[in-house]
């Protein structure tokens, strides 16, 4: 890459934004500089699915043209932004890693894509997303190391952000799809409150959890792409109308007063290796003053369980087609996901949903105490080898009971690999953690990329 290019593609969103806006170069050019940063890594990291460059160019020079007319620039002039391939876009294929949708061309945009070209984003491409965004893996690698998978189903998103071929990209998570590949590829990774960004137009996996999410290279970055797509559907029942919350001007301050933060090793913490327990108990240890243990309800053991039930429930019903006339062609996985789905009654399905508003009010006592929750994002480093996207464990709870996390570039473990750090809010108390999340990486010190 010549150092104009690469300077340009090392930028962080934020600061890209900024010179955009300031004229220091123009749209075309940074697609130009990124393009050279695909072209460079691209081939070892596997992350798109579908990257047209003569489609970028002309949405980048037409950003310019634009510009150059005195139109009005959005808060994402310019930007590309890679969106994970199981949401609709009416100008490239979306096919859902999935072999029965192979050559599939919705006719429209997903409405997280509509609300992306009003902000003045730019579509990059289509990013790799494991079979129908359950757990069989595409083909992507992790930048840190080829050898280690970049966590899913968000995979080539979160790759491609890591591997700064594209500064934002947008994921889902129904279980572990957005924090899990965050951590594993050293990147900032945001799952925002159940609800506040419309899934219209992307993959129906499991209503009951499934969730857009975002990832950048600063936590700027996750507010810069997020605060544009947080609104109102009448098509997704989960979300309604609200005011956009201020998650810019909140992950840009720092708390009042320093936040206190529960430290939560979950009823998992035996199964986490050995480095990264490590590492977590050098820094509860760097924090004491600002930590305090957070015992979690009885319940929370069993939402594993009650979350699994009604995921393969809503996966058999979301996915009854394929099944029914390509099951050969589908992984074992899922086919089994599929076949203990059909199993589920009514009745257990319901019991099940019912638990998530029990425990939310279990855990607000804490939330009245501490500003954040503290808890892995991972069992570990990135696992070694590409037939697995690693255990999502440590992020089942919080995506069963649809509350915000993120996971922050903040640990190393074994060989130097990341580990991510995830911090979980009260639902709909978004901005605030990214504030408390803020004071986190000033005490301690991002790692990203």
């Not at 079979?131 to 966590?151: C, F, Q, V």
């Not at 889902?172 to 990147?187: D, E, H, K, L, Y």
């Not at 503290?374 to 080898?385: H, K, S, Y």
């Not at 060989?415 to 999340?437: E, F, S, T, W």
Request: glycine letters at 10%; charged letters at 20%; aromatic letters at 6%.
């Amino acid at each position: 890459m010549s150092l104009r290019a690469a300077e340009m593609a090392g930028l962080d969103a934020s600061e890209a934004a900024e010179r955009l806006r300031a004229g220091d170069f123009s749209a075309a050019d940074y697609a130009r500089a990124l393009l050279e940063r695909v072209d460079a890594v691209e081939p070892q990291v596997r992350a798109w699915a579908h990257l047209d460059r003569a489609y970028l160019l002309r949405q980048a020079e037409a950003a310019d043209h634009a510009r150059a007319a005195g139109e009005a620039m959005g808060p994402l002039f310019g930007l590309p932004v890679g969106l994970k391939d199981i949401i609709d876009t009416a100008d490239l294929p979306t096919e859902n890693g999935c072999a029965l949708h192979a050559g599939r061309q919705p006719a429209s945009d997903a409405w997280l894509v509509r609300a992306l070209r009003a902000a003045g984003a730019i579509v990059m491409g289509k990013t790799v997303t494991t079979e129908l965004a359950t757990y069989a893996p595409g083909p992507t690698r992790n930048p840190h190391d080829l050898a280690h998978t970049p966590g899913g189903s968000s995979s080539g998103s979160a790759a491609a952000v890591a591997a700064r071929m594209v500064p934002l990209a947008v994921g889902t998570q129904t279980n572990g799809s957005m924090i899990r590949p965050a951590s594993f590829c050293g990147v900032f990774g945001y799952k925002p409150s159940a609800g506040w960004i419309p899934r219209s137009g992307v993959l129906t996996q499991s209503p009951s959890f499934d969730c857009i999410g975002v990832f950048g290279r600063s936590l700027a970055d996750l507010a810069l792409l997020a605060e544009p797509l947080i609104g109102h559907d009448p098509p997704d029942p989960a979300t309604r109308p609200r005011a956009t919350p201020p998650l810019r001007a909140f992950a840009a301050a720092r708390p009042p007063w320093p936040p206190t933060l529960a430290w939560v090793p979950t009823p998992w913490w035996d199964r986490v290796a050995p480095d990264a327990q490590a590492a977590f108990a050098a820094l509860v240890g760097r924090l004491a003053r600002h930590v305090e243990p957070l015992e979690l309800p009885p319940e929370a053991g069993q939402a594993v369980g009650w979350h699994r039930l009604v995921m393969e429930a809503e996966i058999a019903g979301s996915f009854a087609r394929e099944y029914e006339r390509g099951r050969e062609q589908l992984s074992e996985s899922l086919r089994g996901q599929i076949e203990r789905g059909r199993t589920v009654s009514a009745v257990a399905h319901r019991a099940a949903l019912a638990q998530v508003p029990l425990l939310r009010a279990a855990l607000d006592a804490g939330f009245d105490r501490f500003d954040a929750l503290l808890t892995p994002a991972t069992l570990g480093t990135a696992p070694a080898g590409l037939a697995s996207t690693g255990d999502p464990i440590m992020c089942t709870l919080w995506s069963f009971l649809g509350l915000p996390a993120l996971s922050l570039p903040l640990l190393r473990g074994a060989g130097g690999l990341p580990i991510g750090v995830q911090l979980v809010g009260r639902h709909g108390d978004d901005a605030r953690l990214l504030r408390c999340a803020g004071w986190l990486v000033d005490a301690v010190g991002a790692q990203s990329g």
